[in-house]
């Protein structure tokens, strides 16, 4: 209630959708059917601002504010949305994002960097567990256009490979403990699909406590020899094999390779962002 509050006071001097210019109206689309669905004020917060010679961008959340508020502002929420004006022609054009009312979002210009002759910005915006959704969103004819997204732990870096090819590189959680790790991505700008390469042999190096019994096996002489780690044993996740599905650990100098569903829940994971 008191973010409703807090939003009230902060907006009370923003006119409703109705009060806005002709172009300012074809940039609110989806907010004056809000409008004309409900009854309401449609406020704006804005949350970061970008500006270059040519073009200035701005991201706000849209509120439908009633006059009676009964829950948390995350209720009222309509959306993210990114609104850009051509200083030159001043035309102004939104499209809506993927997060809700995110806060903490990045706006970064890569269309030097990546080599556009259009311009093209990614959109950074904080999503749920510990990643930000990266929207790479062009602008062509005085309009704008969602190519594709690579969700990452922050804003993405890539890199133009050849003329029809991006890389760079993104975290995501392995398999075993879900901790962070490297992976390589390619954007392919014939269709802007995107696709995340993991290893089939994966190094994971990370020490950690056994939760429960489990039993892997060691190999000697050619031989596999049952291998039975205890719980609150101490653990290092050396590897993992996604082709086996096998994990190697190290437990008191011996080395135990365990399959991976026999390890699930028996291992302190990594919970932390």
Do not use: W
Not at 43 to 52: G, Q, S
Not at 107 to 136: M, R
Not at 153 to 176: I, M
Not at 232 to 259: A, E, M, Q
């Amino acid at each position: 209630m008191r973010d409703c509050v807090l939003i009230i006071a902060t907006l009370i001097s923003i006119s409703a959708c109705s009060n806005h210019s002709q172009d300012k109206e074809k940039a609110d689309t989806a907010g004056s059917a809000i409008t004309n669905s409900s009854f309401g004020k449609l406020l704006y917060v804005e949350r970061t601002r970008y500006e270059n010679p040519s073009h200035s961008l701005i991201v706000k959340s849209i509120y439908l504010i009633k006059d009676s508020l009964e829950y948390d502002s995350s209720y009222y929420c309509q959306g993210n949305y990114l609104y850009i004006t051509n200083k030159s022609t001043k035309t102004i054009d939104s499209i809506e994002l993927a997060e809700a009312c995110g806060i903490g979002v990045l706006i970064d210009d890569v269309t030097q960097k990546l080599q556009f002759k259009n311009p093209i910005f990614n959109i950074a915006t904080p999503g749920g567990s510990d990643t930000y959704i990266n929207e790479f969103i062009a602008y062509q004819n005085d309009s704008l256009k969602k190519l594709f997204e690579i969700l990452n732990y922050n804003t993405v870096d890539l890199v133009r490979k050849d003329p029809s090819t991006l890389t760079g590189f993104v975290k995501d959680r392995d398999e075993v403990i879900g901790d962070f790790q490297d992976y390589p991505i390619t954007v392919s700008l014939n269709d802007y699909s995107v696709r995340i390469s993991k290893s089939i042999h994966q190094s994971i190096e990370y020490e950690t406590k056994a939760l429960g019994d489990f039993e892997g096996y060691q190999i000697s002489n050619g031989l596999k020899r049952p291998y039975l780690v205890k719980e609150g044993s101490t653990v290092l996740i050396d590897s993992f094999n996604r082709k086996t599905n096998i994990v190697r650990v190290i437990v008191d100098s011996v080395v135990i390779y365990v399959p991976l569903p026999q390890m699930k829940d028996k291992v302190q994971g990594n919970t932390a962002g």
